[in-house]
């Protein structure tokens, strides 16, 4: 791993030849880069009304000319006729002999090598760059895989501490965030094209005027940053222009946390969490495992790690929440309660360790407030009480209370300055902005990232104000021409993470250099660069302003620093030491306790989290972890609510609040609280693009700045219609009608410390079959996988990281529907016990690569067939689609093209795709291999050296991302490998042991901790 | 001609009284020859042939965009193509048996029908031909399950009961073939001294090879059609037997049975039988035929469906039995989901259907009524289908993992692709009984009086 | 004749040319690896440096592939002979001297290779994965 500013220049004038390597890969990826072709398809698609002013101007002079001018040297030569000959063929052939590769000729595929190739560069072998992903103003440190200088998967930087290998779903899908057809490509002036020259031109009139005015025309909106650079690049800004006011706002913000901790401390502090030394883990509605979580990806780890009745002592988890969450789904005691009733439960708790507060108490949750006080207290010291970001911040000065009086500060709980760059109340801040505009204080706004037109509260109208006041200047920076850009007369096309200089923190404040793996596809200009334009340093690029504010502060012998920060990827001695911060004693009001009636609460959507991620189809039809939804949000209810209104799955109803009234179908949730609605944030989006246009519907229209998280007095009322909806799993318990399966296994930690064997079953002997056993074990290596699930906290990374590894389609709601997903892993959830309150188990399913595989016998053409290590090949190009093989498979993870699924025209999408991997065509089976690419690759590389592969060497996509650490992949033919050591351990076993399949893939059985004192218990 | 030395008329007449080997030639031939076709025979013809046409629209379509086109799905890989497939097979067994078995057993009654038997078992075979070819992904690749010398050094994965069934289909449809048109060489003949057309006669010329009657030929003939006759039987038996297999060698629960084989080819026979009396009733009419096929031989076909009946019966409850007997959670829920399950409707008609209705039969009064064994037949015909639904897609949608439990609703290409098979058959069948002789002229003479050879 | 050539060096514009060993997209060959075990150049791609027009020396059919990985010693070599165009196969009257000891045949030859160079066993490199994922 190196500097990769030097190559960025290089990549302009390489990138369409990179672009040569993959040919002799899949045909996905044939025929290079053609911008002719991207606009043909622009042409084509439906797509929104945004695309249109590209579409007229396709053929005129000027704008082919002006693409020249605006695209990297290479384009010229991509245009070459040769280039799209080849290409059309591709397509050609795609089409109408889709896969026919078996009987026909080779198209001609030409080469095109570098003339003077770069040394770091061997084609067929890749690169990684470490680099930063960044939601919400946390980073998570990436490790970048590039052919050729195209990114093609996101890997956790395994380094790191904050993220020791593992990512999050939108770290992992954002390379195909990077490559979205549907991204805006240009910058537009009231919908035309125009120039970054243009728009400079456009800009210095307004800016001399300001200059007079001191700025005080000046408002830039921007999303949450915790990036130094421009928090310094602010800062000389507001020394140029005084006047000007910087905004901050984000639909999923921080609010709550901070004004909690003002509440606490008299000054807003980030929270940490050490979940490694946690032994009582108390969560006020707080679901600290999922993505967007703060830290999540580190909290995982550390909560995995004491999950394991192996390793030392078991953590025991106590979760309060206000809906079904997968922290609920892990929790050793769980009671649902609606949003408003998690105060009580903290003035219960606060009441208990002495602080002053009006003491709420409710009968039927005396037990677990017991249970959990007394657990609190023998662990003082080592136990943790974590608000929900979405709680009022009453209920966080409690928590900061509590843990405080439990000594735990400074042992699992630490406080440190804000990772967020200029930590201020968003929704004041949004509104201070609205009311500048109307009263007519606004002469330029500067929207820098985000889409207030759409996520904006309710009440705050900013889409109407900026509409209605037309103020004179209006800039829109972004990676899509979305709801907002439509507002504004100029739209500024954002360069991508993957694209553009940048920096951000971690949530331990560790920063990190955001380093580019490919020159921006559509000439994309970042925040740092329009920042830089508005203080008058127009033309310097993202690399120099992010390089120069490092050399201020890092003057002693820069290059080595800064080389050593890049490949590192985060820079050393940034991490915010902790603070020494003491809680006033909280006089907290009596909270509304709650009232009767309906609450309806709003949440970050799991997958597309705010909306910004909507038009991302690997996120859309990623399953929601706790009802495998895609596609989709839904009015969630608890079963006897649902049943008191006569409310079937798949309803329509309209919710009113206010007078404002909203549609949505219900899903009836088990173990949602009673007597409350929860619904997702980000869908109903207007223009998101071909993906996320129209996707479900738009739960901001009842969100009110004062209520932004949990509102009450709704009233929900059945339309009579119903709507379909898209779950990945139709049937979510092991319960059958004849009795319950064995699938998860499971058993409380003293019946585990009992009976340790409880999990194994009776195999039937290895000779049990027709054909005679292959000696496996004679083998150098025998591929095998164990998943623990008890680490497994259902966050779905593995899905996408297998989805972005292995070139897997999206297939689109209707396909869903009908049970035609593709994932090559799913994660299966069941509920066993009372639907009110059930106990919820996680099931990570890949290929179980069977030794005795009922897969293989049945194929009528051999297109499936072991491998002497025992591993379950699939041959695509043989695979003639009988769907015996699916039928004969006891786990289902075989997946079959029904229809031509993958995209084989998109330019942008042929970059993306993993070269290891073959595309699948219509009408092939396909299914997990255990990243059989990875493991030649490291073979290779092994045999080369004259060694034997090491243990962990070779990882598969799943295990990779896992922050869990739950699934490990390894040699089982060596009884030291990590993987050998977790199948020899008691709670090993195997899925559907007795019909004799003897899968590779073992699950460790899942292990609880509750505590016995409480009645309620689970399973 | 031996045959008939036995064969004394104790048993009712199989050829109504009155008839002479003139007659006999004349009847029959002159279908083909002089009668012209009605009006009722071209609509008919037309509607069939309309049917087949859309069968042939659903197939293109598909191959343009793929399976997805139909109700198909995970986890039920396998929907009504194979349903149809099966069901057709099974169809295709009555004209073999009759046919092939019935001659060995010196059943003359047999004569009569095992024409147009054996014409609808090919053509019945045909349209579960239709099946195997399109119900994979990638039809233009079909071919590399056979066995052939090719660049990849790789050859088909002969333990999958799939290749099993080519190679049982293929060899069934052949010989039926042949024995078929073995049998027809003497009538060929027949109507081409009888045909005046020119071309007529060019054509049944070409295909009779130059059939004379002489002694040699016959005996050649005797000899030939005993011998398909011998290769034919275990045939019959072995095609749904192998069909079978594609569901016993599975391991979904509701598949993975032994009793499979034997049930399946008692139910081929019985929707053969049910298929063959569903067209020898219209036809026998139609054409008054009532003179050649007797009511004994309505009564014979009914006692076999009888039979084969309580066979597949027996079949179902030792099934039921055994899901419940082998103590596995798994056969217990296929049960128990068969009989409350989404689609338990569809069971509990296959037992009326399969099972209940067919008892009538055991009154002689409806076994020799043409109307209601019309009836019967149909509703067997319908069961058997169903029967197949259960086997295929009720043990499919819901097997081991619960979190892979789907359900599955066939398309209009399922319902396109099917009825068009059927009028695939109903038009080869209008073609048939146009251009060749229905019932077996010569076998027929053989069953007259005249025909006993006095010692 | 090299014209082409230096025009590209001097413009820095790409030649372009077309792929005569042209392998279908489902197939993933490494060539460090078989360079690394023993294979020569013109095993393959046959006597390249005696074409005045590169051809398709090799039908790069499956078959092809397969009768190596079933029988590598066939064709196996010195690692130092790998690059070598004129290497010939042992015979009696032409040697190959290989860890000092001299061999007079091709056989015995790959088979000392064959373990010297640790190559997997032919079931292994046979694997459907070896070549297609």
Known sequence: MLDLSPIVMKMEEQNGKAHQHQEDVCPGKKGKLDFETVRAQIAETKGPEFWRSLEELAGSEEFREMMHREFPKGASEWLSG????????????????????????????????????????VPGRPLFYATAFTLGGYASPLLVESHLYRPTKIEGNDKHPASLGGTDIFAQASILEMYDPDRSQTITYLGDVRTWGDFVNALTGPLNVQKGLRGGGIRILSRTFSSPTLADQKKNFLAMFPEAKWHVYEPVNRDNVFEGAKLAFGQPVETRYDFSKADVIVSLDADFLSAGFPGSTKYIRDFAKRRNPEAGEMSRLYVVESGMSATGAKADHRIPVPSSMVVVLAQMLGSAFGIKTAAGAVRDLEPFVAGAIHDLRSRSGASLVVPGEH???????????????????????????????NSVNHFDSIKELIGDMRSGKVDMLIILGGNPAYDAPADVGFADALKSTNIPVRIHHGLYQDETAELCQWHVNDAHYLE??????????????VQPLIAPLYDGKSAHEILALLSGQSGTSGHDIVKGYWQKQHTADFDKFWRKSLHDGWIEGTTFAPKQVSAKSVTAPSAAAASGDLELNFRRDPSIHDGRFSNNGWLQELPKPMNKLTWDNAVLISPKTAQEKNLKVEDVVEISLNGKKVQGAIWIQAGHPDNSLTVFLGYGRRRAGRVGTGVGFDAYALRYSATPWTATGVTISATGATYKLAS??????????????????????????????????????????????????????????????????????????????????????????????????????????????????????????????????????????????????????????????SNNCPYKVRRFNFLLFQDWETPQLKMMRNPDVSVRSRGVMEKCTYCVQRINEGRITAEREDRKIADGEVQSACQQSCPADAIVFGNINDPNSRVSKLKAQARNYSLLADLNTRPRTTYLAEIRNPNSEIEEKHS | MSEQTEQKPLRAPVIAPGYSFGSVTDKISSIVLTRPASNGWFMGFGVAFLLMQMMLFAIGYLVLKGIGIWGDTTPIGW????????????IGHAGTLISAILMLLRQSWRNSINRFAEAMTLFAVACAGVFPAIHVGRPWLAYWMFPYPNTMSYWPQFRSPLIWDVFAVSTYATISALFWFVGLIPDLATLRDRSEKRPLKIIYGMLALGWRGSARHWHRYETAYLLLAGLATPLVLS?????????????????????????????????????????????????????????????????????????????????????????????????????????????????????????????????????????????????????????????????????????????????????????MFLAAIFLFVRVLPMISIFEMRTLLPEAEVKE | MLEPVRESFKTGKSLVWNRVNDLPDFVYFNHSIHINKGVGCNTCHGPVDRMPLMYNYASLEMEWCLDCHRAPEKNLRPRDQVFNMRYEQPTAESPVEFDGKKYMDQLSLGTALKDKYHLRSKQDITSCSTCHR
């Open chain 2, 79 to 90: 929907g009504f193509e194979i349903v149809n497939f099966v069901w057709w097979i099974g």
């Open chain 2, 239 to 423: 095609v749904h037997t192998v069909v079978s297999f594609d569901f016993a060698i599975g391991i979904v629960p509701g598949w993975h049975t032994t009793i499979f084989p034997p049930y399946f080819v008692a139910g081929a026979i019985y929707s053969g039988f049910a298929m063959v009396v569903m067209l020898c009733i219209p036809i026998r009419k139609i054409y008054g035929l009532e003179g050649f096929i007797t009511e004994t031989h309505l009564d014979n076909s009914a006692k076999v469906m009888l039979a084969t009946g309580l066979i597949v019966g027996y079949g179902y409850i030792v099934e039921a039995f055994m899901g419940w007997y082998s103590g596995n959670r798994y056969e217990e829920f296929t049960l128990w989901n068969r009989l409350h399950g989404p689609y338990h409707v569809l069971y509990w008609l296959l037992w009326i259907c399969n099972i209940f209705v067919p008892q009538v039969l055991w009154i002689k009064k409806l076994r020799t009524n043409p109307f209601w064994l019309f009836i019967i037949s149909a509703v067997v015909l319908v069961g058997m289908w169903l029967e197949r639904f259960v086997i295929v897609v009720m043990s499919l949608h819901r097997d081991f993992l619960t979190s892979s439990w789907g359900m599955y609703y066939p398309t209009k290409w399922d319902w396109m692709t099917y009825i068009g098979t059927i009028g």
């Open chain 1, 500 to 513: 553009g200089w940048s920096d951000s923190r971690a949530y331990d404040g560790t920063v990190s250099i």
């Open chain 1, 82 to 121: 040769v280039s799209r000959r080849g290409f059309l063929q591709l397509m050609g052939a795609s089409m109408a002999l889709a896969g026919m590769t078996a009987c026909t000729k080779q198209p001609v595929e030409p080469i095109v090598p570098y003339v003077k190739q770069p040394e770091e560069i």
């Open chain 1, 391 to 421: 709680q009022p911040p009453i209920v966080h000065a409690l928590a900061h209370a509590v843990n405080e009086s439990l000594g735990n500060v400074g042992k699992t709980v630490f406080y440190t300055d804000p990772v967020d760059a």
């Open chain 1, 728 to 885: 990945t799993q139709g049937y979510q318990t092991m319960d059958t009608g004849s009795g319950t399966r064995p699938l998860v296994r499971t058993a409380t930690l003293e019946e585990y410390r009992k009976e340790p064997l409880f999990a194994k079953e009776e195999e039937p002997p290895k000779e049990l079959t027709l054909y005679q056993p292959y000696p496996y074990d004679k083998q150098d290596y025998a591929w095998g996988m164990a998943i623990d699930l008890n680490g497994c906290v259902g966050c779905n990374n593995c899905i996408v990281a297998c989805q972005s590894e292995n070139n897997i389609a999206v297939v689109g709601k209707e396909q869903v529907s009908l049970g035609r997903h593709m994932h090559w892993i799913r994660v299966d959830a069941y509920y066993q016990g009372d639907r009110a309150n059930p106990a919820a188990y996680f099931q990570p399913v890949p290929c179980q690569q069977c030794e005795n595989a009922p897969c293989e016998v049945v194929c009528p053409v051999g297109a499936t067939a072991h491998s002497t290590e025992g591993l379950n090949d699939m041959v695509y190009n043989r695979c003639i689609g009988t769907r015996y093989c």
